[in-house]
């Protein structure tokens, strides 16, 4: 209470002590601070809070003082009220009103944060769908790759110049689980063909086995790893060797194993089972916790790697082998059984007997033979049978004497004109001549002569213009005419295959010069070489029919003429571009006949 009575009695000084100008000073503090609480009273945000009668953007002199709607007071039948009623009942509504507002801002501020958390989880999908259609992509394209892969390989092995890889992905292929095709199951273990490898070649060998690794995605992985191993320890010895050949006599890396006892460690692994190599390793396991000479015992651990793996692989053979026998026996006895059905329904349509001729019709066929009612039937069919033999070969010789056999003699003055008359023995030595011509082979002259022609037919020729191509095709045997005369043969080629990279707008999205797309055929050189035509005159001539086991690929096919067949080639069936601007050549000069072309590229336009 005492603190109430001091306070008022220094407000009190105060007043008495303040000049005029202080005194209006507070008073207008007072009253904006009053003006103010009423504005937020009635709900003024502080945006407005600021506005003044005399200061506001509206030009409103009034704009502090509430309205009232005299009108509609008037119309409610509440005009007889005084005007403190009336200020009462307008801030009521004012409170009402803001309530409202207060709401709608509420409703607003939800919908708002719905259409966020909308927004949001409808981007998640669209994240997950995205990453779904992007790993799919990614598998589709791991398969491509691997696809290509195996189809270089398979291409490579075709061409009898396959590499270490190829072997490996064919029998990894046909050492999978229900694999039908098991042409790569060969007599001798996988890690055979690492036999003879030098060191870069077993280098290369795990890189592409590491490709292989990522592109199968978790197919075949123990066999990889098993081939892995066993590359490293190849790679290893042969790193061995190298550095003693370089340092025979000089200081040498220290190893576990001293080289006096390296033959008894071999002969420790060699010739275990799997199951026994594993009880050895868990024995050196047990000895490496004793702390026995830990050296000499990783260092045999890690030799026992790679017998291990040596031992998996050579079961795992052994069980695919089986596999392909009895695959083998299942197809012989069906084989067998289909061949023996044939036989019984050949059997039964011989014995079926014929129908008889009917009656008013001239008997083409003898009608068949009674059968005999003596067991004596089968003695004589057979002496039927010899006895009609030997009458054929009684009634040849008979018309061989009589000169039925020889050609009809014909005289000088029945002979049409023009016709030229040679001697026997003259045509003789004239065909024996030009044979003796033709089959000369093996001599240094003609193997000059040929290389030769290959020299001229590397004229106009890079050493980038693509690799040699030497895919024949399968052509029926041909019968010619002249083959009496001639010895037939085929003629020696020199061919190239052009390739190189397509970028079109797949390609520049998903490659790069770094990891550049697959290489497509763009076009092909054929260089035959024909030096001993007969007729020189008469060009060689080409003929291109599709595959028509495959639409993708046509047969390209050369004719000239004797002494040479026909030779044919499986090119790309795409169209030509015959045009000379684009490298397009068909001639024959100086025995090659020559015919180069590149495939039309097509470009989109808009």
Same mark, same amino acid.
């Given at each position: 209470?005492?603190?109430?009575?001091?306070?008022?009695?220094?407000?009190?000084?105060?007043?008495?002590?303040? &000049?005029?100008?202080?005194?209006?000073?507070?008073?207008?503090?007072?009253?904006?601070? $009053?003006?103010?609480?009423?504005?937020?009273?009635?709900?003024?945000?502080?945006?407005?809070?600021?506005?003044?009668?005399?200061?506001?953007?509206?030009?409103?002199? @009034?704009?502090?003082?509430? *309205?009232?709607?005299?009108?509609?007071?008037?119309?409610?039948?509440?005009?007889?009220?005084?005007?403190?009623?009336?200020?009462?009942?307008?801030?009521?509504?004012?409170?009402?009103?803001?309530?409202?507002?207060?709401?709608?801002?509420?409703?607003?501020?939800?919908?708002?944060?719905?259409?966020?958390?909308?927004?949001?989880?409808?981007?998640?999908?669209?994240?997950? $769908?995205?990453?779904?259609?992007?790993?799919?992509?990614?598998?589709?394209?791991?398969? *491509?790759?691997?696809?290509?892969?195996?189809?270089?390989?398979?291409?490579?092995? @075709?061409?009898?110049?396959?590499?270490?890889?190829?072997?490996?992905?064919?029998?990894?292929?046909?050492?999978?689980?229900?694999?039908?095709?098991?042409?790569?199951?060969?007599?001798?273990?996988?890690?055979?063909?690492?036999?003879?490898?030098?060191?870069? %070649?077993?280098?290369?060998?795990?890189?592409?086995?590491?490709?292989?690794?990522?592109?199968?995605?978790?197919? #075949?992985?123990?066999?990889?790893?098993?081939?892995?191993?066993?590359?490293?320890?190849?790679?290893?010895?042969?790193?061995?060797?190298?550095?003693?050949?370089?340092?025979?006599?000089?200081?040498?890396?220290?190893?576990?194993?001293?080289?006096?006892?390296? &033959?008894?460690?071999?002969?420790?692994?060699?010739?275990?089972?799997?199951?026994?190599?594993?009880?050895?390793?868990?024995?050196?396991?047990?000895?490496?916790?004793?702390?026995?000479?830990?050296?000499?015992?990783?260092?045999?651990?890690?030799?026992?790697?790679?017998?291990?793996?040596?031992?998996?692989?050579?079961?795992?053979?052994?069980?695919?082998?089986?596999? @392909?026998?009895?695959?083998?026996?299942?197809?012989?006895?069906?084989?067998?059984?289909?061949? #023996?059905?044939?036989?019984?329904?050949? +059997? %039964?349509?011989?014995?079926?007997?014929?129908?008889?001729?009917?009656?008013?019709?001239?008997?083409?066929?003898?009608?068949?033979?009674?059968? $005999?009612?003596?067991?004596?039937?089968? +003695?004589?069919?057979? $002496?039927?049978?010899?006895?009609?033999?030997?009458?054929?070969?009684?009634?040849?010789?008979?018309?061989?004497?009589?000169?039925?056999?020889?050609?009809?003699?014909?005289?000088?003055?029945?002979?049409?004109?023009?016709?030229?008359?040679?001697?026997?023995?003259?045509?003789?030595?004239?065909?024996?001549?030009?044979?003796?011509?033709?089959?000369?082979?093996?001599?240094?002259?003609?193997?000059?002569?040929?290389?030769?022609?290959?020299?001229?037919?590397?004229?106009?020729?890079?050493?980038?213009?693509?690799?040699?191509?030497?895919?024949?095709?399968?052509?029926?045997?041909?019968?010619?005419?002249?083959?009496?005369?001639?010895?037939?043969?085929?003629?020696? *080629?020199?061919?190239?295959?052009?390739?190189?990279?397509?970028?079109?707008?797949?390609?520049?999205?998903?490659? %790069?010069? %770094?990891?550049?797309?697959?290489?497509?055929?763009?076009?092909?050189?054929?260089?035959?070489?024909?030096?001993?035509?007969? #007729?020189? &005159?008469?060009?060689?001539?080409?003929?291109? &029919?599709?595959?028509?086991?495959?639409?993708?690929?046509?047969?390209?096919? *050369?004719?000239?003429?004797?002494?040479?067949?026909?030779?044919?080639?499986?090119?790309?069936?795409?169209?030509?571009?015959?045009?000379?601007?684009?490298?397009?050549?068909?001639?024959?000069?100086?025995?090659?006949?020559?015919?180069?072309?590149?495939?039309?590229?097509?470009?989109?336009?808009?």
């Amino acid at each position: 209470m005492s603190d109430k009575i001091m306070k008022k009695r220094e407000k009190e000084l105060m007043k008495a002590c303040e &000049t005029p100008e202080e005194k209006r000073a507070r008073r207008l503090a007072k009253k904006e601070a $009053k003006e103010r609480k009423e504005r937020e009273k009635m709900g003024w945000d502080k945006e407005y809070s600021g506005y003044t009668n005399a200061d506001n953007p509206y030009g409103d002199e @009034k704009l502090l003082v509430p *309205f009232i709607w005299h009108k509609k007071l008037e119309n409610d039948g509440l005009n007889h009220l005084t005007e403190k009623k009336k200020k009462a009942l307008i801030k009521r509504k004012q409170e009402s009103n803001r309530i409202e507002l207060e709401k709608v801002k509420l409703q607003r501020l939800e919908r708002e944060k719905e259409r966020q958390e909308r927004d949001a989880e409808m981007e998640t999908l669209q994240r997950e $769908k995205e990453a779904e259609n992007f790993k799919a992509w990614e598998d589709q394209e791991d398969k *491509f790759h691997l696809e290509q892969a195996k189809l270089r390989s398979r291409i490579r092995i @075709k061409d009898g110049r396959a590499k270490p890889i190829d072997l490996l992905a064919k029998y990894a292929t046909s050492a999978e689980e229900g694999a039908e095709d098991l042409s790569g199951l060969e007599m001798h273990e996988p890690y055979t063909y690492l036999n003879g490898l030098t060191m870069s %070649d077993l280098e290369n060998l795990l890189e592409d086995i590491k490709v292989y690794i990522e592109l199968e995605q978790g197919k #075949n992985v123990d066999f990889w790893r098993d081939m892995t191993v066993i590359t490293k320890e190849e790679l290893d010895t042969l790193m061995k060797i190298a550095e003693r050949d370089r340092n025979p006599r000089g200081q040498r890396r220290r190893e576990g194993i001293n080289e006096a006892v390296m &033959t008894d460690v071999v002969g420790m692994f060699k010739g275990k089972t799997h199951k026994q190599l594993q009880m050895l390793h868990k024995q050196i396991t047990n000895k490496l916790k004793q702390d026995m000479d830990v050296g000499y015992w990783e260092s045999v651990l890690a030799m026992q790697k790679a017998y291990l793996a040596r031992a998996r692989l050579r079961e795992r053979h052994q069980e695919l082998l089986k596999v @392909k026998l009895m695959k083998l026996k299942e197809e012989q006895m069906t084989s067998e059984q289909d061949a #023996n059905d044939e036989d019984v329904l050949v +059997g %039964d349509m011989v014995q079926m007997p014929q129908p008889q001729d009917e009656p008013g019709t001239s008997g083409m066929m003898p009608p068949p033979a009674a059968p $005999k009612k003596d067991g004596g039937q089968e +003695g004589g069919d057979e $002496k039927e049978e010899a006895s009609g033999e030997l009458n054929m070969e009684e009634m040849s010789l008979k018309e061989y004497d009589d000169g039925s056999y020889s050609p009809r003699l014909l005289r000088e003055d029945k002979l049409p004109l023009g016709v030229v008359i040679l001697d026997a023995d003259e045509d003789m030595m004239t065909m024996e001549g030009k044979r003796n011509l033709l089959t000369k082979t093996g001599d240094a002259g003609g193997m000059n002569q040929e290389d030769a022609f290959i020299r001229r037919a590397r004229e106009g020729m890079d050493a980038s213009d693509g690799a040699e191509f030497s895919v024949l095709a399968n052509i029926p045997k041909q019968v010619v005419l002249w083959a009496d005369k001639y010895r037939p043969r085929k003629p020696r *080629f020199f061919n190239r295959v052009h390739t190189g990279f397509e970028w079109n707008k797949y390609n520049q999205t998903h490659y %790069d010069f %770094d990891n550049p797309p697959p290489k497509i055929v763009q076009g092909y050189k054929f260089n035959i070489i024909y030096p001993d035509l007969i #007729n020189s &005159t008469k060009t060689p001539t080409y003929s291109l &029919t599709s595959d028509p086991a495959n639409p993708d690929f046509a047969i390209l096919r *050369f004719s000239a003429g004797p002494p040479y067949e026909d030779i044919a080639f499986k090119v790309v069936n795409r169209e030509w571009e015959c045009s000379h601007k684009h490298g397009f050549r068909c001639q024959f000069m100086g025995s090659i006949f020559q015919l180069w072309f590149h495939f039309k590229r097509y470009r989109y336009r808009r």
